[in-house]
């Protein structure tokens, strides 16, 4: 024998389902309000994570451009030490020569 279904029971049921429903939605809205200041969170943080890359982008341009500049410096400068070390042992040579010469 089946029990009869009336309608308190079927208007509780109902009710039941009604208030799960109810707490699920409720839930999802929280949750969805969550992942909203999270995005937002998480587009400011990419933001700022952006900018401070450009900065880097642009602080390596800089360094290396000093670098090229240094290395050029650099390469004048073995150049002026290759020559003034040229310069010395040719006085050096014009200096020996002279002393050579008697004078007397």
Same mark, same amino acid.
């Given at each position: ?49 952006? %900018? ?7 602080? +390596? $341009? *800089? &360094? !290396?451009?000093?670098? #090229? ?13 290759? %020559? ?7 006085? +050096? $040579? *014009? &200096? !020996?020569?002279?002393? #050579?010469?008697?004078?007397?």
């Amino acid at each position: 024998m089946t029990p009869q279904v009336t309608d308190d029971r079927i208007a509780r049921i109902i009710m039941e389902n009604m208030d799960k429903l109810e707490e699920m939605v409720t839930g999802m809205v929280r949750e969805l309000h969550r992942l909203r200041e999270d995005n937002q969170r998480l587009e400011e943080d990419n933001r700022s994570l952006q %900018e401070k890359a450009n900065e880097a982008e642009h602080q +390596k $341009n *800089l &360094l !290396d451009a000093k670098s #090229k500049r240094v290395e050029k410096l650099e390469d004048a400068n073995r150049k002026f030490e290759t %020559e003034q070390s040229e310069v010395r042992s040719r006085v +050096k $040579n *014009l &200096l !020996d020569q002279l002393e #050579k010469i008697n004078f007397a």
